[in-house]
């Protein structure tokens, strides 16, 4: 059974930092791209950052660069999201996404596997 399974996240002041990490299980994490999404009610799922298969290259969001730091590790199979000198703007469910194309994709569409989603939220 595929599972992507998501902890950390949780309420933080404006400035502060988080940390949300995903653990997954059943398909060949090494070969799969992943990335982490985050969505706001009423509006589409948006991409943060995204992985390549294997030791890929990392690429973020211009909204969250220079603040968020994503890193994977295959001998755990899990990533970890860092977030620093968040803002209120950064309040969503975040999600953890796998599969799709080898290098990533921004398009929360070509992903096959998804977890079931942390809440960021950030206090002014």
């Known amino acids: 059974e595929v599972q992507l399974v998501e902890s950390g996240g949780g309420l933080v002041q404006a400035g502060g930092s988080l940390r949300i990490s995903c653990a997954a299980s059943?398909?060949?994490?090494?070969?799969?791209?992943v990335a982490w999404f985050r969505q706001v009610p009423g509006k589409e799922r948006e991409a943060v950052s995204l992985?390549?298969?294997?030791?890929?290259?990392?690429i973020y969001a211009d909204s969250v660069k220079g603040r968020f730091t994503f890193s994977r590790d295959n001998a755990k199979n899990t990533v970890t999201l860092q977030m620093n000198l968040l803002k209120p703007e950064d309040t969503a469910v975040y999600y953890c996404?796998?599969?799709?194309?080898?290098?990533?994709?921004?398009?929360?569409?070509?992903?096959?596997?998804w977890g079931q989603g942390t809440q960021v939220t950030v206090s002014s």
């Open positions: 996404a796998a599969g799709g194309p080898s290098g990533g994709s921004w398009f929360w569409t070509e992903y096959d596997y």
């Open positions: 059943g398909f060949s994490f090494d070969d799969s791209a």
């Open positions: 992985i390549g298969s294997g030791d890929g290259s990392t």
